[in-house]
T-cell receptor, first 114, second 113 residues
Framework: GEDVEQSLFLSVREGDSSVINCTYTDSSSTYLYWYKQEPGAGLQLLTYIFSNMDMKQDQRLTVLLNKKDKHLSLRIADTQTGDSAIYFC??????????????FGTGTRLTIIP | DTGVSQDPRHKITKRGQNVTFRCDPISEHNRLYWYRQTLGQGPEFLTYFQNEAQLEKSRLLSDRFSAERPKGSFSTLEIQRTEQGDSAMYLCASNRGSGETQYFGPGTRLLVL
């Protein structure tokens, strides 16, 4: 089955860039997502990338996809205290009609050091 | 557009009791999804609906769990004879259809004592 892995913790100084990494096993993943979860809250979609893309940039966020290595990363430029949260990588394989579920990683807790 | 809403936000119950949660998707979203998130883990898919039809169920959804979406709008998730292992955050999401991004609600946090 599909598996998505992330490191559990990342600490970054305020103003530096944060890079959160994710690896996945399903080579047929068609969409890959990054969601943000603040304490006690639901998931907020940050960005997503289609599998035929290598990179996507959206303001402070840059997503890089290496399909060969099945590696996805999220770079947050100029990290701020409001970026403190858990970041989840998720994938979806749309080859099979009806397979609509997202498979999530365990999440990376990003802590900002003042 | 007020986003996906869930009710209640928190529920504490005793083992063996039944609980029911409600999810209201974003209006005009045909698909509705339920996920479960235990402490320190990512969300895990439970089931999803296309309008009122339940199209896919995870093996995580034991026979004590039942989900409905009778009129193709809001959905309910019922857990019968709750167990301590059911303690988790139950998340609902919705989207317009296949290939569309899923938007999540704030979740219902369940604690079974």
């Amino acid at each position: 089955g599909e598996d998505v892995e992330q490191s559990l913790f990342l600490s970054v100084r305020e103003g530096d860039s944060s890079v959160i990494n994710c690896t996945y096993t399903d080579s047929s993943s068609t969409y890959l997502y990054w969601y943000k979860q603040e304490p006690g809250a639901g998931l907020q979609l940050l960005t997503y990338i289609f599998s035929n893309m290598d990179m996507k940039q959206d303001q402070r966020l840059t997503v890089l996809l290496n399909k060969k290595d099945k590696h996805l990363s999220l770079r947050i430029a100029d990290t701020q205290t409001g970026d403190s949260a858990i970041y989840f990588c998720a994938e979806k394989d749309e080859r099979n009609f009806g397979n609509e579920k997202l498979t999530f990683g365990t999440g990376t807790r990003l802590t900002i050091i003042p | 557009d007020t986003g996906v809403s869930q009710d209640p936000r928190h529920k504490i119950t005793k083992r063996g009791q039944n609980v029911t949660f409600r999810c209201d998707p974003i209006s005009e979203h045909n698909r509705l999804y339920w996920y479960r998130q235990t402490l320190g883990q990512g969300p895990e898919f439970l089931t999803y609906f296309q309008n009122e039809a339940q199209l896919e169920k995870s093996r995580l959804l034991s026979d004590r769990f039942s989900a409905e979406r009778p009129k193709g709008s809001f959905s309910t998730l019922e857990i019968q004879r709750t167990e301590q292992g059911d303690s988790a955050m139950y998340l609902c999401a919705s989207n317009r259809g296949s290939g569309e991004t899923q938007y999540f609600g704030p979740g219902t946090r369940l604690l079974v004592l």
